[in-house]
């Protein structure tokens, strides 16, 4: 049985796609994992997958005098990448991304493994920049980044496949949600967006006069709120049924999760990240917003909330969009790719 050590972390957006293409070889291969104690360690484990923890310096973009410290911790982590490795001699190291996953690249290339890496976003992130010689091939998510490397190829967006499974009206039930009301779904991210929570609950009234509302608001964001109509989660493990219950979705624009929504072919208004963020989420949306995809709302516009959900809810020319749209399966593609690079 082959094995492949997965790595990438930082944010849930480098660690479920990941999780997507591990639960299609866990039968068949031997599956672990590579990161640091943070989001990523939490969800591989949950998932049942063995997890080796490294300690690795993430780089701060602005001046700061930690950066001084990077290249020591550093020098660590890459140390006790390379022990890991010796140790457990998998077959190849698919990285998707992260400050987490440079370790493990920099181990594997040392030891002369075959590595491959995922790129979600339109724009190549900085560790993605840092590796792509390093790997195999560069796979991305768009066809426009793929283009940016000599190694790059184009494959799609690894996508969950338990998202498929839901059912409107059991999904409905579960929630205690009405058939009667169209249902619109908040998402803020793994651990919620206060921008995103605070305009929902600050046009709640309005709100619920045309929809009901599954706001997951992420942990530790729950209020005392018991209106008719509006049900709060702080996390939902069964997105498949969150999915299935929503006619139209307000989300934050990680890639993942909008590739997620165009797959599903759901209405969305998405809101990108304004700060703490390189830009990637605006490019994400608006890419999208060209091609009449999806709906694009700035934070600084959230004053329009109420009107920009119900167009988007009532748009033909929306809906149309969505429907003739096709995706690459991204998914089955890095699993052909990672089993020929096995050969």
């Not at 009301?181 to 803020?188: A, E, H, N, T």
């Not at 969150?242 to 979705?249: E, H, K, L, T, Y």
């Not at 208004?269 to 830009?279: C, F, I, N, Q």
């Not at 003739?324 to 399966?329: A, H, I, N, R, T």
Request: charged residues 25%; glycine residues 10%.
């Amino acid at each position: 049985m082959k094995h492949i050590l997965f790595t990438g972390g930082g944010s849930a957006g480098h660690v479920v796609p990941n999780l997507a293409v591990m639960n299609a070889l866990k039968y068949t291969h031997r599956i672990t994992y590579m990161g640091t104690g943070g989001i990523e360690k939490g969800l591989v484990s949950e998932a049942g997958f063995q997890f080796f923890e490294i300690d690795c310096p993430k780089l701060r973009r602005s001046l700061s005098p930690s950066n001084l410290k990077i290249p020591f911790a550093l020098r660590r982590a890459k140390r006790d990448a390379l022990s890991v490795l010796r140790r457990e001699k998998p077959d190849l190291v698919f990285s998707k991304g992260g400050y987490v996953s440079y370790p493990a690249v920099w181990a594997a290339h040392k030891l002369r493994l075959p590595v491959l890496t995922h790129e979600s976003d339109l724009t190549p992130g900085l560790c993605t920049r840092l590796i792509a010689r390093k790997c195999r091939y560069v796979l991305t998510s768009f066809p426009e980044t793929a283009e940016r490397f000599k190694n790059g190829r184009y494959v799609g967006s690894p996508i969950r496949r338990e998202i498929f499974n839901g059912e409107k009206s059991r999904s409905l039930k579960k929630y205690g949600l009405s058939e009667k009301q169209p249902v619109l779904l908040v998402l803020g991210g793994g651990s919620g967006s206060r921008a995103l929570n605070d305009a929902i609950r600050k046009n709640l009234p309005a709100l619920l006069e045309k929809m009901q509302v599954l706001h997951l608001c992420g942990r530790g964001n729950l209020i005392d709120e018991n209106q008719k109509g509006y049900i709060q989660r702080e996390y939902e493990r069964d997105m498949g049924a969150a999915f299935s219950a929503a006619d139209v979705v307000l989300s934050r624009a990680g890639s993942n999760t909008v590739f997620e929504l165009l797959a599903l072919k759901k209405p969305a208004v998405l809101v990108p990240l304004a700060h703490a963020s390189r830009g990637d989420q605006l490019e994400n949306a608006m890419y999208f917003a060209r091609q009449g995809l999806v709906r694009v709302l700035q934070e600084g516009e959230l004053t329009g909330l109420v009107d920009a959900i119900t167009a988007a809810l009532g748009d033909p020319a929306l809906r149309t969009a969505l429907s003739s749209l096709s995706l690459p399966d991204g998914t089955a593609n890095i699993i052909a790719e990672l089993k020929s690079a096995l050969m």
